[in-house]
């Protein structure tokens, strides 16, 4: 491996220049209540429930002070099994004042995999709604969990969120919480294997708002979030608002369906928009949004130039990001040169990237390599796993694990995850390029590529297939798209097996679990092989 270089970006990235302006996220959420007072900063508004600066500001220290009562102190982890509502940031920012780590569970896990993150974790409470204690109860009537402070919201017998909210709100001495101190463990999706748990601190959230924000050129007052609370996505978002005095917009659940109404009536300036929402039925007033930007994460062209033709005159820009390293790089949505290019932006702030080979050599333009990642307030590795953490890390640099190639003209695009690769024959196929070609079919909606078993050519590729509303899974239907795919891509690239699914299983970002539709059977199957289909 080659020496790591003295970059002086590396130097710019790592000074004072970037250094975060508060101390710790309680820190700022004090100062935003100074400066914006009695604006409304979080409106759950299927709820009817919303909150001030000054109110988040004064409930965060009754949560943080009534936990400490309860002998949660700085550095404890905390589970929270919630559903979106307005007690779920107010207890994300009052652990974040007491100096304890938020350790955010989703609420689609089952017993099992709430056992794993409980003691992979070793969490000493769960916050827990009453919709999902009996998974818990199941747990502990088992012989686990005794001693586990368990708090509930709703419901009685236990102590409740209510409680802690309604309790001491005075304000908490936060000198002792430095920008490196642990904010939580946020669990990777565990779609290869079992999730793992990533340890980020305050100045990680601190710089993530910061550098979002820095990307957004519009001057937006109100954001919305299309996932769930638990997702880091979420957090992202408030304090990318609240830098700016605005309102965070949450609802009870993501809804694809419903995200386009929430954006017109709530008069949605910026949010992350999900791909899918174009799938929902155009209404005649779209183009009338109040939505001036968005970001288009890890989307094809296709999906731009699509959004762009559905509302004109909306900012969008591609980001790229992973929870281990935060933001990473960004289009610019000022620069018409980013439209529908394939390309991945520019590093953003606090961020340096290298490109390099197996052997760790730096790759030149048009080769490509794993995209390695330094700066400050990355992740601090895996919880509890050391072996994994070293895996990630070379000195500073930080290993994605994601395939890119910087072009002649010096920006970045995207191959593929290093592992979504199909090996056929010694060859290899991206994932990725197959699925954007599947997407620019009209019948096909949603589409993801696996690679599939095979005794003479080692893998196969393997489509999976959402259909668009009206088309059916049939053999001329797959004759046909054999016939797409053969007229753009090479015929070795070609899929020989298609499956067909009524929706994907998904991480909580919504993107697709591929693990699973490797591993799980699937209803469906057509095959092709060099005399067309059949089976």
Request: charged share 25%; with cysteine; net charge negative.
């Amino acid at each position: 491996m080659t020496d790591l270089p003295t970059d002086p970006v590396l130097k710019t990235v790592s000074g004072a220049s970037i250094a975060p302006p508060f101390p710790n996220i309680g820190a700022f959420i004090h100062d935003c209540a100074r400066r914006f007072a009695d604006t409304i900063v979080i409106d759950c508004f299927e709820d009817d429930e919303r909150l001030t600066y000054q109110a988040y500001d004064r409930l965060s220290n009754s949560v943080a002070n009534g936990l400490e009562a309860l002998s949660v102190g700085p550095g404890d982890k905390v589970a929270t099994m919630m559903a979106n509502s307005i007690a779920y940031p107010v207890i994300w920012a009052g652990l974040s004042k007491l100096g304890a780590a938020i350790v955010p569970v989703p609420t689609s896990y089952t017993a099992a995999e709430l056992d794993y993150i409980l003691g992979d974790s070793e969490a000493v409470a769960l916050i827990v709604d009453d919709e999902f204690l009996p998974l818990f109860e199941g747990l502990r009537a088992g012989g686990k969990y005794a001693d586990l402070l368990v708090i509930r919201r709703g419901g009685a017998g236990l102590p409740d969120v209510a409680g802690l909210m309604a309790g001491d709100d005075s304000p908490r001495d936060l000198s002792g919480i430095g920008p490196d101190a642990i904010n939580g463990l946020q669990y990777t999706s565990g779609s290869t294997g079992s999730p793992k748990g990533c340890i980020v601190t305050q100045d990680y959230w601190m710089l993530l708002g910061r550098s979002l924000g820095a990307n957004i050129r519009s001057p937006i007052r109100t954001i919305l979030s299309p996932h769930s609370f638990n997702y880091m996505n979420g957090r992202n978002l408030l304090l990318t608002i609240m830098e700016r005095g605005g309102t965070f917009y949450l609802g009870r659940r993501p809804s694809t369906s419903k995200l386009l109404g929430w954006i017109r009536d709530l008069g949605i300036h910026f949010t992350f928009f999900p791909s899918i929402a174009l799938t929902q039925p155009e209404s005649p007033d779209e183009a009338d949004t109040p939505l001036m930007e968005v970001s288009l994460s890890a989307s094809p062209p296709s999906v731009h130039r699509e959004f762009a033709r559905r509302f004109p005159g909306v900012k969008a820009f591609e980001l790229y990001g992973m929870t281990e390293v935060g933001a990473v790089l960004a289009g610019d949505p000022d620069d018409p040169a980013f439209f529908a290019s394939g390309r991945l932006g520019v590093e953003m702030l606090g961020r340096a990237v290298t490109i390099r080979d197996p052997e760790g050599n730096e790759c030149p333009p048009g080769v490509a390599g794993e995209l390695w990642v330094a700066g400050p307030a990355m992740f601090k590795g895996y919880y509890g796993r050391p072996e994994a953490t070293a895996e990630v890390f070379r000195g500073p640099w930080a290993r994605t694990g994601d395939s890119v190639l910087r072009g002649e003209d010096g920006y970045i695009r995207f191959i593929g995850r290093i592992k979504d690769i199909v090996r056929r024959s010694n060859e290899n196929i991206s994932a990725l390029e197959v699925e954007t070609v599947g997407r620019e079919a009209a019948c096909i909606a949603e589409c993801a590529v696996v690679p599939e078993p095979d005794a003479e050519r080692g893998e196969e590729v393997k489509i999976f297939i959402r259909l668009a509303e009206g088309c059916q899974a049939d053999r001329a239907l797959v004759e046909a798209l054999d016939a797409h795919f053969r007229a753009r891509l090479a015929a070795f690239k070609c899929p020989r097996y298609y499956a067909f699914v009524e929706d994907f299983p998904r991480t909580p970002s919504q993107k697709i679990r591929k693990g699973i539709l490797r591993s799980e059977p699937q209803p469906t199957i057509f095959a092709l092989d060099a005399k067309g289909l059949r089976g």
